[in-house]
């Protein structure tokens, strides 16, 4: 089952997207470093977050999910970041939130700006541990991932949630 936050995300994604689940690239990896070295350099006092597959070094997109986290800096690390990767594609000043999407040595980045780290993204924090410490456990999601591999993104990401509230112990 899913959360009730898990299910309002899958009722925004549309219905027409696929799932393009690839071999992992180690050259993912370096990309994210380098993006997160110009983070951390531009923005001293931010937290960078490297999560995600490419993180665990398993198949997956081939992206890199960045979160800066910037404390009270939020509206002036804004603007740092649109000069360093361009117009943020999503912005909410009320929330406290901003997405750029852009590609990096061919991978795609998704990178957030936030303030503080949300419930979502504890809940996507907790499961990365998990994953970084359980070998059997990351290749297992690893399966999922590949065996998805084709599917609808929504039935895509259903599996991946239904695995993370899995091993977080979470039964709704």
């Known amino acids: 089952m899913l959360t009730q936050n898990q299910e309002g995300y899958l009722n925004t994604v549309p219905e027409d997207r696929v799932a393009h689940v690839v071999a992992f690239d180690p050259a993912a990896q370096t990309a994210a470093k380098e993006i997160i070295r110009e983070l951390e350099s531009a923005l001293p006092s931010a937290q960078v977050i490297y999560i995600g597959s490419s993180k665990l070094g398993i198949a ?29 594609v999503k912005v909410n000043l009320k929330n406290k939130f901003a997405k750029w999407e852009f590609f990096r040595n061919n ?17 996507q924090l907790d499961v990365q541990k998990i994953l970084e410490n359980d070998p059997a456990l990351r290749s297992e999601y690893e399966q999922i991932k590949l065996a ?5 993104w929504k039935e895509y990401i259903r599996r991946k949630y239904e695995f993370w509230n899995k091993i977080l112990g979470i039964n709704q």
């Open 148 to 152: 998805s591999d084709g599917l609808s």
């Open 60 to 88: 997956g997109e081939n992206d890199i999910d960045l979160t800066v986290l910037s404390g009270d800096r939020f509206e002036p690390d804004i603007e740092i970041i649109q000069k360093m990767y361009g117009e943020p």
């Open 107 to 123: 991978f795609p980045v998704e990178l957030y700006l936030g303030e503080a780290v949300t419930p979502n993204l504890q809940e």
